[in-house]
C-alpha cells in the first residue's frame, strides 16, 4: 500500500485532546488509516512510502478559511482605515473594475500559497474568474468552495441577469473540478447589492440544482437598517423568505443579528462564518459568537479578503476571535482556545461540506504539521491554547491535503513561491497604475 506516515509528533483528536503518536495515511485513497502509538501504526510507520518527521511538533487538522476573496491579495494594503460601504465604493470596486483574468489568476496562486504555508488547506471563494481560480486550487493540491459573486446594483436588467447566469453556470460546470476537490455554490453578494427579484429566482433554481448558498449577511448596521426601514423584517428572515437559509448555506459576518435571527440559523442549519479581523479593521462591529455557538449554530472562520485583514493567516483568525469574543461577551471565559480551534477545522469542514477537519480513521488527510519548538512558544502548557494564542503561521513545518504533501519543511511543492511572489508583485503594481 502507498503510505504517508507522520511520525514523532503529539496529534490533535477531534475532541480536544492532544496525544503522542503518529498518523498514517492512505495516499491513494488521500484518507487517514490510522493515528495512535500501537503497534499496527508502528508497522505501518516502518513501512511507509513517504515520511514527514513531526518530531517537537503538533499535528492538527488542515485549517479551513470558510470566507475570502483569494485573489485581493493583490490589493493588500491598498486601502486601509475606511468603513465597509466607502472602502468599496470609493477603492476597492474602481480597482476590481480594472482585474484582468490573468491578474485574478496570479492573485489567487499568492493567496492559495499564503495559505498553504500557514497550515490552511481549505478555503471557501467568492469572487470573479472562478474558472482561473479553480485552475490554482487544482495545480496547488488544495481543497475550495468556489462562487461567482454576483451584484446587481447599479447594473442594467440585461448586465444583471447576466451576472446571475453566470454564477449558477459556474456553480454547475466547476463543481467536482480539480479531482474533486472543487465544489461550488451559488454566491449573490449580499441582501443589499442584489436586488430581490435576481435573489429569489438565483437561489430557487440553486436549491433546485442542490447547490449551496452563500453570501455576507448582516456585517454593518448601514446594511441591516434599511433593510429593517424599507422592509419592516430583519434581515434574516427576509434571507428565509428568499430560501437562502438551510443545510450546506452558509453566511460570512453575521455581525448585527438578534436573539430571533441566531435562533433561525440554529434551527434551519445554516452556518456562519466569523471574520474577526475584516469586522475589526472595517469597525463592522463584534459578532455574537458566543450566543452562536450556544444556540447550536455551526460557526466556522474566514479571514475575508487580505485587503480588509491584511493576511490569510488562520492562526491570527483564532487568536482575534477568541479576543474579541471575550469583549462582544463582556466574559473572559467566553470563546476559549478550545472553540477557535474547533471553528477553524471541523466547523469550517461542516460550514462548507466538504472532507476534513478531523484527524481520524477515515477522515481525508488534510494535515498541518505544527512546530512548537520556538522562544515565543515555550514552555508548552497546553498545546491548544498555543493555537489558539500563541502560534503564526510561520511555524507551519509541513502541509498536507488529501495525502499529498504540498509544503515539506517550509518548502511549497507544488507552486513555485518566488515566481508567484514576483507575478503578483507585478501585477498589483500594473493593477493600481491602471486606476
Ligand atoms: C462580488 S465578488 C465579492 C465582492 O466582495 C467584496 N468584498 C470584500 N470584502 C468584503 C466585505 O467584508 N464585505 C462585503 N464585500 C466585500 C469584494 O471586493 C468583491 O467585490
Ligand atoms: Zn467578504
Known amino acids: 500500500m502507498d503510505t504517508l506516515c507522520i511520525t514523532g509528533g503529539r496529534v490533535l483528536h477531534p475532541d480536544g485532546r492532544v496525544r503522542e503518536g503518529d498518523v498514517v495515511v492512505d495516499r491513494e485513497a488521500g484518507t487517514i488509516l490510522g493515528v495512535g502509538a500501537d503497534e499496527a501504526i508502528a508497522k505501518h510507520a516502518a513501512d511507509a512510502s513517504e515520511t514527514l518527521d513531526a518530531t517537537g511538533g503538533l499535528v492538527i487538522p488542515g485549517l479551513v478559511n470558510a470566507h475570502t476573496h483569494v485573489s485581493m491579495t493583490l490589493l493588500r494594503g491598498y486601502a486601509d482605515d475606511k468603513p465597509l460601504d466607502a472602502w468599496l465604493r470609493e477603492d476597492v470596486w474602481p480597482a476590481e473594475a480594472e482585474l484582468t483574468d490573468d491578474d ?33 486550487v487544482d495545480r496547488a493540491g488544495v481543497r475550495a468552495r468556489l462562487g461567482h459573486g454576483v451584484v446587481t446594483v447599479g447594473k442594467s436588467e440585461e448586465e444583471a441577469i447576466a451576472d446571475v447566469e453566470e454564477s449558477l453556470a459556474v456553480a454547475a460546470d466547476l463543481d467536482g473540478a480539480a479531482d474533486g476537490r472543487v465544489r461550488t455554490a ?106 452562536l455557538r450556544e444556540a447550536g449554530v455551526t460557526v466556522a472562520l474566514g479571514t475575508d479578503g487580505a485587503a480588509s485583514n491584511n493576511d490569510l493567516d488562520l492562526f491570527d483568525e483564532m487568536r482575534d476571535a477568541a479576543m474579541v469574543g471575550k469583549l462582544a461577551a463582556d466574559d473572559a471565559s467566553a470563546v476559549p482556545a478550545e472553540a477557535v480551534v474547533e471553528m477553524a477545522t471541523a466547523g469550517g469542514a461542516d460550514a462548507l461540506d466538504l472532507p476534513g477537519g478531523r484527524i481520524a480513521e477515515g477522515e481525508a488527510a488534510d494535515l498541518a504539521v505544527v512546530d512548537l519548538d520556538a522562544p515565543h512558544l515555550t514552555p508548552v502548557h497546553d498545546p491548544v491554547s498555543h493555537l489558539a494564542y500563541a502560534v503564526r503561521g510561520s511555524d507551519v513545518r509541513h502541509t498536507v491535503c488529501g495525502g499529498r504533501v504540498l509544503m515539506r519543511d517550509r518548502e511549497v511543492l507544488t507552486l513555485d513561491a518566488d515566481a508567484v511572489q514576483a507575478r503578483a508583485a507585478e501585477a498589483a503594481d500594473d493593477l493600481v497604475s491602471r486606476v
Open 104 to 136: 485574478i489568476e496570479v492573485g489567487a496562486e499568492l493567496g492559495v500559497l499564503e495559505m498553504i504555508r500557514s497550515g490552511t488547506t481549505t478555503f471557501a471563494d467568492m469572487y470573479f474568474a472562478t474558472d482561473r481560480v479553480a485552475d490554482v
Open 186 to 291: 451559488f454566491m449573490p453578494h449580499s441582501l443589499t447589492t442584489v436586488a430581490e427579484a435576481y435573489l429569489r429566482e438565483g437561489i430557487e433554481r440553486a436549491a433546485a440544482e442542490g447547490v449551496p448558498v452563500h453570501l455576507h449577511a448582516n456585517e454593518t448596521r448601514e446594511e441591516v437598517d434599511p433593510i429593517l426601514g424599507e422592509r419592516g423584517e430583519r434581515p434574516l428572515a427576509y434571507a428565509d423568505d428568499l430560501g437562502a437559509l438551510g443545510e450546506g448555506n452558509f453566511l460570512a459576518h453575521c455581525v448585527h443579528v438578534d436573539d430571533a435571527e441566531i435562533e433561525l440559523l440554529a434551527e434551519t442549519g445554516t452556518a456562519a462564518v466569523h471574520c474577526p479581523a475584516s469586522n475589526m479593521k472595517l469597525a463592522s462591529g463584534m459578532a455574537p459568537v458566543q450566543r
